[in-house]
């Protein structure tokens, strides 16, 4: 199965709920190739979450969440707390996000 941006955020508006429950996660979002249509066979896939107010996500359960979403895709994940990413990348990401 080809991995395009329809089926990744199809994938993630699916389990929002889940993985809500389970990790905290208010919201993702799509950003970098995956999100401007511009990936290759080598890209990964960037994704922003967003946590309910107040709460945590263990390293562990982020572990855990990457090696789900990377056998679902079969594909490298970087998967990254939108309050922690770089300010740099979070000024040239912004207008290329995809919130699920």
């Known amino acids: 199965m080809k991995t ?14 889940e993985f809500g429950q389970k990790y905290y996660i208010n919201k993702f979002g799509l950003f970098g190739s995956f999100a401007r249509n511009e990936q290759t066979k080598n ?9 309910e107010k107040g709460k945590k996500i263990t390293y ?9 979403l990377e056998k679902r895709f079969n594909r490298k994940i970087e998967l990254i707390n939108f309050k922690y990413l770089n300010p ?4 040239k990401s912004l207008k290329d996000i995809i919130y699920v």
Do not use: R, V
Request: glycine share 0%; charged share 30%.
């Open 4 to 17: 395009t941006q329809t089926l990744i955020l199809e994938y993630l508006s699916d389990k929002k709920s």
């Open 43 to 51: 890209s990964d896939i960037d994704i922003i979450y967003i946590l």
């Open 60 to 68: 562990f359960e982020l572990f855990e969440l990457e090696k789900i």
């Open 88 to 91: 740099i990348i979070k000024y």
